[in-house]
C-alpha cells in the first residue's frame, strides 16, 4: 500500500502539477491573446499616428510654404514702403519748393500790382492834367476864335 499511496501521491502531485501548467498554459494563452491585441491595438495606433504624422507634415509644409510666401510679401512690402517713403519725400521737398515758388510769385504780383496801381494813379493824374490842358486849349480856340470873328468884323467894317 506504500507504493500505491506513493504512486498515487505522485499521480496527485503530477496531476497538479498538470493541473496547474494547464492553468498557467491557460493564463499564458489569455496574456498572450492580451497582448495580440494590445498589439494590434498599439499598431493601430502607430498607423494613425503615423497618418496623423504625415498629415501633420503635409499641414506644416504648407504653413512653411505659405510663412516662405508671406516672407516674400512681406519683403515687397518693405520694399514699397521704402518707395512710398522716399517719393513721399520727394513730394514733400517739391512741395516746399513750390511753396517756395509761389511765395516768390505772390511777392512780385504784390509788386506788380503796386506798380500797376501807381501807374494808373499816374496815368489818372495825366488824364487829369491832359483834360485840363485840351479845356484851357479849347478856351484858347474859343477865345482865338472870337478874336478873329472880332477882328474879321472889325476889318469888314474898315473896308
Partial sequence: MKGTKFVCFILTFQTNKYEDLLFQFERSEDSLKKWKMDAEIL???????????????????????????????????????????????????????????????????????????GVENRKNVLENQLESQREEYLRELTLMGERIDMLTEELTQNR
Fill in 43 to 117: 499598431a493601430e495606433k502607430l498607423k494613425s499616428s503615423s497618418e496623423r504624422n504625415e498629415s501633420t507634415d503635409k499641414e506644416k509644409r504648407k504653413w512653411q510654404e505659405k510663412a516662405k510666401q508671406l516672407e516674400e510679401t512681406k519683403k515687397q512690402v518693405e520694399a514699397d514702403l521704402t518707395d512710398a517713403r522716399n517719393d513721399l519725400g520727394s513730394l514733400r521737398r517739391e512741395t516746399l519748393e513750390g511753396e517756395r515758388i509761389r511765395t516768390d510769385m505772390e511777392s512780385k504780383l504784390e509788386k506788380l500790382v503796386a506798380q500797376a496801381d
